[in-house]
């Protein structure tokens, strides 16, 4: 399969509207957290596990991953996680008028593609606009974290929601961080391979004004 998949190729122009929160999850009014470019499903499925008074939904654009990650739900049941397939910043938009006001608690992104070039940095998954239409759909308080490995890319994603106006970088307080989406701090595969060869994780947390 290959690893990078180009956000901007026509073929990702459409994605599949998604149905009401009401007929995604069976508890509609719990706390919705978004993981987008959520791979092959494992942190969310994890997190949907422990932590059964959230609802979960992950966004992946390369397709393959998708299905595998329904595949993995089929034997479980687990009814606070939902997985869509397509480019995050349609689907988004897809979302804002269909889901509540205010729908949005928590926003997540591990480990994004760096896309190491200049002349691809428009590809990352965070640009000004989809940072707009998240907090179209986010209630004040709400939450984005974001984490990698790549310094470079850290300062671009931190400069590029911190510019938007609609976040100002924030810590946890205690009750804050149990009543959140990740109260007992599982990682992603990619964040225990990246401690495991001990290198840098650089993360910070944004709330909305």
């Given at each position: ?38 791979g ?5 499925i ?17 397709e ?36 509540p ?19 691809h940095?428009k ?10 239409k ?9 939450f ?40 007992i ?14 290198l ?9 004004i």
């Amino acid at each position: 399969m290959r690893q990078h998949v180009n956000p901007l190729s026509n073929v990702f122009n459409y994605v599949e509207p998604l149905p009401p929160l009401e007929e995604i999850f069976d508890n509609h009014t719990m706390p919705l957290h978004l993981d987008v470019g959520c791979g092959a499903g494992d942190f969310l499925i994890n997190l949907a596990n422990h932590n059964k008074n959230w609802n979960y939904m992950g966004v992946e654009i390369r397709e393959k991953l998708v299905n595998k990650s329904k595949l993995k739900l089929k034997n479980k049941s687990i009814d606070n996680l939902f997985f869509a397939f397509g480019n995050a910043e349609y689907l988004i938009e897809d979302c804002i008028g269909k889901f509540p006001v205010n729908a949005l608690s928590s926003v997540s992104f591990n480990f994004p593609d760096p896309w190491f070039k200049k002349k691809h940095h428009k590809r990352r998954i965070i640009q000004p606009q989809l940072i707009q239409k998240i907090s179209r759909l986010m209630a004040n308080g709400g939450f984005i974290s974001i984490k990698t490995d790549v310094e470079e890319l850290f300062e671009y994603m931190d400069m590029t929601i911190i510019d938007s106006k609609f976040f100002i970088p924030y810590r946890y307080q205690d009750s804050e961080i149990l009543n959140s989406y990740n109260p007992i701090n599982l990682k992603t595969n990619r964040e225990n391979y990246v401690s495991e060869k001990k290198l840098k994780v650089f993360e910070i947390l944004y709330k909305k004004i």
